[in-house]
């Protein structure tokens, strides 16, 4: 049986993905003037191209978890990869990954520490849900594949930055001495 993963609205449209097995399928639903309201409208199932790229500890692909190394901007953050586009930007030789780490269900003190930590970055206090985290595009080789590790590693992650810089420091050492 299918399960929700991610349930959303956006500008004209909303988005569901379910989980059956091992295929994650993604839903459109157009949203359809009709009258005085707005009705929603099933639309089609997207088939994603599957464009991946090389992060520092393997393969990623869409729907893919990965966690931001520590020394970046975007350091310690959880995310999903929502699309990745090969030789994006045509100044550099490298994917870009797109990312979402709003899709994500962080501890209060993880929100806390994120909010200071994107304050330097913004020059402004904003809250949590008003920071632009939804499509952050990152390069491959700041990126650490999470996807398959177990709950209670996930959410110690999603717990606090000193956690999460832990885990990603073991993970960079482990490929250093491969």
């Not at 994917?95 to 709003?102: A, T």
């Amino acid at each position: 049986m299918p399960k929700i993963m991610v349930k959303r609205k956006r500008k004209g449209f909303k988005m569901q993905r379910l989980i059956s097995g091992d295929t994650i399928h993604t839903i459109f639903m157009r949203q359809m003037w009709k009258k005085d309201n707005y009705e929603y409208q099933t639309g089609r199932e997207v088939k994603n191209e599957m464009h991946t790229a090389q992060a520092l500890n393997g393969e990623i692909r869409p729907y893919d978890w990965v966690i931001v190394v520590p020394s970046d901007t975007y350091g310690c953050l959880v995310g999903v990869v929502t699309e990745i586009i090969p030789f994006g930007s045509p100044e550099y030789d490298t994917d870009d990954i797109h990312i979402d780490f709003m899709d994500t269900d962080y501890s209060d003190k993880r929100k806390n520490e994120i909010v200071e930590q994107m304050s330097g970055l913004y020059g402004e206090d904003k809250p949590f849900d008003d920071l632009p985290l939804d499509n952050v595009i990152k390069y491959p080789d700041s990126l650490i594949r999470i996807t398959g590790i177990e709950l209670c590693i996930l959410t110690k992650l999603l717990e606090s930055r000193e956690t999460a810089e832990a885990f990603c420091n073991q993970v960079i050492m482990e490929r250093r001495n491969v």
